[in-house]
């Protein structure tokens, strides 16, 4: 029996693949993950099944793919995230820690907010609580690369002797990022530029050096 090959990414239209990862996204936003299916993808795309499953292995992977693409435009046009002299997206250093917190956590209640993103992104997050497979993927490719700009950033303010040598950046980063990530996924209260302001304030507290 013949073996299947692997998806040759390499022969991709650019104008098809970009067309597939905007229904995947519209589409998991609008029924759900479970019943996205890869034959929908490609009707709304407008492009055969087969194109999919010659450039990817599975929805999944086509999802994934959605969001990073969807992920690093956002990152170019939302105020707060800067670019690297690799071009890679990275959290400003002003030398004013506190300004830069506020900035960048004020970006991500709007890209929570926005609801083109939000429904699907809180879709395939449940998804990945469901699918420790997929849930796997999505902190690997998506949520990590997003982390270690903090740490980065925290790193440095040590460095520079802004924050206590003893704090661990990434506990200090998910006191930061949990409290809207809470309130997002539970709609425990609304998600504004205030409540970002509040959370990097009282962060801040705990993890700088008293004069």
């Not at 939000?118 to 998506?142: K, Q, S, Y």
């Not at 270690?148 to 790193?155: A, D, F, K």
């Not at 304030?201 to 004069?211: E, H, K, N, V």
């Amino acid at each position: 029996m013949p073996s299947r090959k692997a998806p040759d990414s390499s022969r991709r239209s650019d104008r098809s693949r970009r067309a597939i990862c905007d229904a995947a996204l519209a589409l998991v936003g609008e029924v759900g993950y479970t019943r996205t299916t890869i034959e929908g993808i490609a009707a709304r795309a407008g492009v055969g099944k087969q194109t999919i499953y010659r450039w990817w292995p599975s929805k999944a992977a086509v999802l994934m793919e959605a969001f990073i693409d969807e992920n690093a435009r956002r990152s170019t046009e939302v105020e707060g995230v800067a670019a690297g002299e690799d071009g890679a997206p990275e959290i400003p250093d002003t030398g004013d820690l506190t300004a830069d917190l506020k900035l960048v956590l004020r970006a991500t209640v709007d890209g929570l907010n926005d609801p083109t993103s939000a429904a699907p992104t809180r879709a395939l997050a449940a998804e990945g609580i469901i699918d420790p497979a997929l849930g796997a993927r999505f902190v690997e490719n998506l949520l990590e690369p997003q982390l270690q700009l903090y740490v980065t950033r925290l790193r440095a303010a040590q460095e520079a002797g802004e924050v206590r040598a003893d704090i661990d950046p990434r506990v200090a980063l998910e006191l930061l990022i949990a409290p809207l990530t809470h309130r997002w996924l539970l709609r425990t209260l609304p998600l504004t530029h205030a409540y970002a302001d509040a959370v990097v304030d009282l962060t801040l507290r705990g993890i700088l050096i008293q004069p």
